[in-house]
Structure formats: C-alpha cells, structure tokens
Nanobody, 113 residues
Framework: QVQLVESGGGLVQPGGSLRLSCEAS????????MAWYRQNPEKGREQVAV???????GYADAVKGRFTISRDNVKTMMYLQMNDLKLEDTGVYYC???????WGQGTQVTVSS
C-alpha cells in the first residue's frame, strides 16, 4: 500500500509564498502521473496542477504563472511552489496519484491578512 503525505501548509499573507511537499512511501511507492488538488467550501475540490512521469506539466487557469509543480522521482517527492498567494488560494491541498487513485490526507493553506 502506498501512502502519500503532504506537508508545508500554513498561514501566509496575500502576496506571500509557500512550498508544499508530497512524499510517496510504502510498498510500490513511485512517482506516477501526479496532481495537486485543493478544496474549500466555496469551490469544492478542484485540480490545481498536474505533472506526468516525464515531467510535462499543466495548471489550472487560476494559478498559472504563480504556481510551479515539480517532482523528484529518486526521492519519490512532488512539490508545489506557490507564489503571489491570494485569498482565494485558501483551502486544503491534496496530492493524488492519478494512476492508482491514491490521495494524501491534505495540508491546510490559509491566505489571510
């Protein structure tokens, strides 16, 4: 069973930055086709960014130019660098193994002045 564990969330002011991490561990752990999602009461759950095994990336329009997804296949880690954070970026951020439909437990990001 593969476990995904997110970290790096917190409270930040508008315009600030955070870096989220997702670590895959357990039997069969590997970095598959991966994604970051976020969830908040207003918008529900939405996909934020994706990254393929070969490193091709895609972003939701709301975060293009501000967020950067990356991965380290050796360390079985995935990252989300979030810059110029806005109030509407607030939510619980989850990483997801798109191929096997594994989800992490989420990390809270709160953008507030």
């Amino acid at each position: 069973q593969v476990q995904l564990v997110e970290s790096g969330g917190g409270l930040v002011q508008p315009g600030g930055s955070l870096r989220l991490s997702c670590e895959a561990s357990g039997r069969g752990a590997s970095m598959a086709f991966m994604a970051w999602y976020r969830q908040n009461p207003e918008k529900g759950r939405e996909q934020v960014a994706v990254i393929s095994r070969s490193g091709n990336v895609g972003y939701a329009d709301a975060v293009k130019g501000r967020f950067t997804i990356s991965r380290d296949n050796v360390k079985t880690m995935m990252y989300l660098q979030m810059n110029d954070l806005k109030l509407e970026d607030t939510g619980v951020y989850y990483c997801r193994d798109m191929e096997r439909d594994y989800w992490g437990q989420g990390t809270q990001v709160t953008v507030s002045s």
